[in-house]
T-cell receptor
Framework: GESVGLHLPTLSVQEGDNSIINCAYS??????FIWYKQESGKGPQFIID?????DKRQGQRVTVLLNKTVKHLSLQIAATQPGDSAVYFC????????????FGQGTTLQVKP | KAGVTQTPRYLIKTRGQQVTLSCSPI?????VSWYQQTPGQGLQFLFE???????NKGNFPGRFSGRQFSNSRSEMNVSTLELGDSALYLC????????????FGPGTRLTVL
């Protein structure tokens, strides 16, 4: 079936450290990927996206890496802050013709002060 | 600019009843997608509407239906509620279908007793 899976359910890091959240996707034909952050009581919030013609994209304190050979996606957060504590989802865009997103199961990021 | 709004935020129903959830997209956005979020299944795509037409539908039974109005507002309906329908229902809007950033609302928490 369709799936985008995450390797670890929970990641605990010290404030100020860098965080790396991983994701494996199943559809080798997918060409658009997005990372979302979901805080308690809120809907997912867009963090960063990447197209398959790129292998790296940087935002503010975040970097997404795409390895199409092994169908792997990662989100790197630099200098992790308490406000980064949330559940992070990777999502795979199913088709350029629709808005359908296929989400991974999510990784909980806990930032220790 | 106002974000995506969903009403109601919380809802309690009993088995066998039906429910209608509402989503108002960001002004100017014409695509609305619906997702179901549960602890066990994660975020799953329900359907997408663009210009009042259903563009795509996820693997949910026919009890789940939706529609979109000419002002892009969308509703989803679940008939003959089951206990397993208890979930957070999220709506996301984007300017158009396809590879466009989707903005999520806070969701409607449905509890079926």
């Amino acid at each position: 079936g369709e799936s985008v899976g995450l390797h670890l359910p929970t990641l605990s890091v010290q404030e100020g450290d860098n965080s790396i959240i991983n994701c494996a996707y199943s559809n080798s034909a997918s060409d658009y990927f997005i990372w979302y952050k979901q805080e308690s009581g809120k809907g997912p919030q867009f963090i960063i996206d990447i197209r398959s013609n790129m292998d790296k994209r940087q935002g503010q304190r975040v970097t997404v890496l795409l390895n199409k050979t092994v169908k792997h996606l990662s989100l790197q957060i630099a200098a992790t802050q308490p406000g980064d504590s949330a559940v992070y989802f990777c999502a795979e865009h199913g088709s350029s013709n629709t808005g359908k997103l296929i989400f991974g199961q999510g990784t909980t990021l806990q930032v220790k002060p | 600019k106002a974000g995506v709004t969903q009403t109601p935020r919380y809802l309690i129903k009993t088995r066998g009843q039906q429910v209608t959830l509402s989503c108002s997209p960001i002004s100017g956005h014409r695509s609305v997608s619906w997702y179901q979020q549960t602890p066990g299944q994660g975020l799953q795509f329900l359907f997408e509407y663009f210009s009042e037409t259903q563009r795509n539908k996820g693997n949910f039974p026919g009890r789940f239906s939706g529609r979109q109005f000419s002002n892009s507002r969308s509703e989803m309906n679940v008939s003959t509620l089951e206990l397993g329908d208890s979930a957070l229902y999220l709506c996301a809007s984007s300017r158009a279908s396809g590879y466009n950033e989707q903005f999520f609302g806070p969701g409607t928490r449905l509890t079926v007793l």
